[in-house]
């Protein structure tokens, strides 16, 4: 969706932009009817998918207390939260910024009990704050999914199968999902013999494959040239199943590095049993940014949008942080930027399916609504207009009515010598054309819309 078309942002640019986007904030959105259209069809397209996996919606609240919910955000999290005072209590409240660890303490404080693993879902929005000149949007649309309460290669599998599925229910084909292991990149730093502070750096620069900032830490920390070589070959080691051997001949017998690429080897054995490992590009540097991740982590990239569409890995050790330790996975879609994607690959269409027109004079209301009624109740999409003066006098304004909503039929009432029982059906010209008009009994009107004339069902 072109999104100069399709959305309301606000923002700096010209003079005339800013004096369209100054009514609302910087790096939020309205969204406009055809792009509002796209996203709840891609939602519904999305949660159909993942139901028929038996994965239910949870509705988080918009805003939490900082002190409870930051337990589990990291600290770069914190720092870009919306913070607002509760009239009520004194406390300040957080808009969310993060659905993971909302996800975690909802689990935490209130399902614990329930039985695992639990199988859940959302659709929610995100707000952080991002400096203007970032080109970040602050408001940000999400679906995902959280399979909780099992620390197993299967479940990993499971979420990874059902990412790529999902993605290729949207009408995703060309994407990839670059696929890690926190524990092997962790693994390489601790052996390196870092301080703590390096090893955050590194970290740090790992996660935004920054690799002159980690050049730097790694000769300030004066790590071995040979070890230094492998963290910095690792980060840019990339490609197949192949990678797995390379990094096992890294790995060596330390047990911090062999576990990691076990697991990864495990796990990419069932997503090719599943028929999706063609979809999987195999990063032994990947690094989310989030802290509280601890396993497998991954992200996805399309051909078509140079930023990541979305991502999640394994945390284990989150929920834990608001009372009850469970072993967790999940992933999060930025639902704008798959938009983009679906449509730089073929436009949605900008306009629903055809509609129809029901106009009627004042004196002709009831009629007019109650085969309105009956028309969308066969699930058709249905406009009512009321005209003042003569049909003769209104078909023009009419016609135009029915143009700009899109209705390839119009049925008109109260037409000077047409029965109170009868009606005009309006088909409007193309090209100029003169619009073709056809007197029908309004009982017939359904059957005549569905191509069956004479009222013959």
Same mark, same amino acid.
């Given at each position: 969706m072109p999104r100069r078309l399709s959305r309301q942002m606000g923002g700096q640019g010209s003079a005339t932009v800013n004096a369209e *986007? +100054? /009514?609302i904030p910087i790096g939020t959105a309205t969204l406009l009817p055809d792009a509002a259209h796209r996203i709840r069809h891609l939602e519904q397209t999305f949660f159909h998918c993942i139901g028929t996996w038996g994965y239910r919606e949870i509705i988080p609240p918009t805003f939490e207390f900082l002190d409870v919910l930051s337990a589990g955000l990291p600290a770069d999290a914190l720092e870009k939260c919306f913070k607002f005072a509760d009239w009520t209590t004194g406390r300040i409240l957080v808009l969310r910024p993060d659905v993971t660890a909302q996800m975690a303490r909802i689990v935490a404080m209130g399902m614990a009990g329930h039985g695992t693993p639990l199988r859940l879902s959302y659709r929610t929005t995100?707000?952080?704050?991002?400096?203007?000149?970032?080109?970040?949007? *602050?408001?940000i649309f999400q679906v995902g999914v959280e399979l909780i309460g099992e620390d197993t290669p299967a479940c990993d599998a499971e979420i990874l199968t059902l990412l790529i599925e999902s993605l290729k229910a949207l009408g995703l084909t060309d994407f990839t999902v670059s696929l890690g292991h926190v524990g092997f990149y962790q693994g390489l730093l601790a052996r390196s013999g870092l301080s703590e502070s390096g090893r955050q750096a590194a970290e740090l620069a790992a996660a935004g494959k920054d690799i002159p900032k980690l050049e730097h830490v790694l000769a300030k920390e004066r790590v071995p040239r040979h070890e230094a070589r492998v963290i910095l070959e690792t980060l840019c080691r990339y490609g197949r199943k192949e990678i797995l051997g390379w990094g096992k001949s890294i790995a060596g017998?330390?047990?911090?590095?062999? @576990?990691?690429i076990d697991r990864l080897s495990q796990v990419y054995h069932f997503l090719e049993q599943a028929g999706v490992a063609e979809h999987l590009l195999i990063d032994l540097g990947e690094f989310r940014g989030f802290q509280y991740y601890d396993g497998l982590v991954f992200d996805v990239f399309s051909a078509h949008l140079g930023s990541a569409l979305g991502g999640g890995g394994r945390y284990n050790h989150l929920i834990g942080r608001? @009372?009850?330790?469970?072993p967790s996975t999940g992933f999060a879609l930025d639902v704008d930027r798959i938009v983009s994607a679906c449509d730089r690959m073929q436009p949605f269409p900008s306009k629903p399916v055809a509609s129809i027109l029901v106009a009627s004079p004042p004196t002709h209301y009831k009629a007019a609504y109650q085969i309105a009624q009956a028309l969308r109740n066969e699930g058709r999409q249905v406009f009512q207009e009321i005209y003042d003066k003569s049909y003769r006098s209104a078909k023009t304004t009419l016609l135009k009515q029915a143009l700009h909503a899109g209705a390839a039929t119009l049925v008109v009432m109260g037409v000077p010598r047409i029965a109170a029982h009868e009606c005009l059906l309006v088909i409007p010209g193309t %090209? @100029?054309?003169?619009?073709?008009?056809?007197?029908?009994? /309004?009982? %017939?009107?359904? +059957?005549? /819309? +569905? @191509?069956?004339? %004479?009222?013959? *069902?």
């Amino acid at each position: 969706m072109p999104r100069r078309l399709s959305r309301q942002m606000g923002g700096q640019g010209s003079a005339t932009v800013n004096a369209e *986007r +100054s /009514l609302i904030p910087i790096g939020t959105a309205t969204l406009l009817p055809d792009a509002a259209h796209r996203i709840r069809h891609l939602e519904q397209t999305f949660f159909h998918c993942i139901g028929t996996w038996g994965y239910r919606e949870i509705i988080p609240p918009t805003f939490e207390f900082l002190d409870v919910l930051s337990a589990g955000l990291p600290a770069d999290a914190l720092e870009k939260c919306f913070k607002f005072a509760d009239w009520t209590t004194g406390r300040i409240l957080v808009l969310r910024p993060d659905v993971t660890a909302q996800m975690a303490r909802i689990v935490a404080m209130g399902m614990a009990g329930h039985g695992t693993p639990l199988r859940l879902s959302y659709r929610t929005t995100v707000f952080r704050y991002e400096p203007e000149h970032a080109g970040r949007e *602050r408001e940000i649309f999400q679906v995902g999914v959280e399979l909780i309460g099992e620390d197993t290669p299967a479940c990993d599998a499971e979420i990874l199968t059902l990412l790529i599925e999902s993605l290729k229910a949207l009408g995703l084909t060309d994407f990839t999902v670059s696929l890690g292991h926190v524990g092997f990149y962790q693994g390489l730093l601790a052996r390196s013999g870092l301080s703590e502070s390096g090893r955050q750096a590194a970290e740090l620069a790992a996660a935004g494959k920054d690799i002159p900032k980690l050049e730097h830490v790694l000769a300030k920390e004066r790590v071995p040239r040979h070890e230094a070589r492998v963290i910095l070959e690792t980060l840019c080691r990339y490609g197949r199943k192949e990678i797995l051997g390379w990094g096992k001949s890294i790995a060596g017998r330390d047990r911090f590095l062999t @576990g990691p690429i076990d697991r990864l080897s495990q796990v990419y054995h069932f997503l090719e049993q599943a028929g999706v490992a063609e979809h999987l590009l195999i990063d032994l540097g990947e690094f989310r940014g989030f802290q509280y991740y601890d396993g497998l982590v991954f992200d996805v990239f399309s051909a078509h949008l140079g930023s990541a569409l979305g991502g999640g890995g394994r945390y284990n050790h989150l929920i834990g942080r608001f @009372g009850h330790n469970l072993p967790s996975t999940g992933f999060a879609l930025d639902v704008d930027r798959i938009v983009s994607a679906c449509d730089r690959m073929q436009p949605f269409p900008s306009k629903p399916v055809a509609s129809i027109l029901v106009a009627s004079p004042p004196t002709h209301y009831k009629a007019a609504y109650q085969i309105a009624q009956a028309l969308r109740n066969e699930g058709r999409q249905v406009f009512q207009e009321i005209y003042d003066k003569s049909y003769r006098s209104a078909k023009t304004t009419l016609l135009k009515q029915a143009l700009h909503a899109g209705a390839a039929t119009l049925v008109v009432m109260g037409v000077p010598r047409i029965a109170a029982h009868e009606c005009l059906l309006v088909i409007p010209g193309t %090209n @100029g054309a003169a619009p073709n008009e056809h007197q029908c009994a /309004l009982a %017939n009107v359904p +059957s005549i /819309l +569905s @191509g069956k004339p %004479n009222g013959d *069902r």
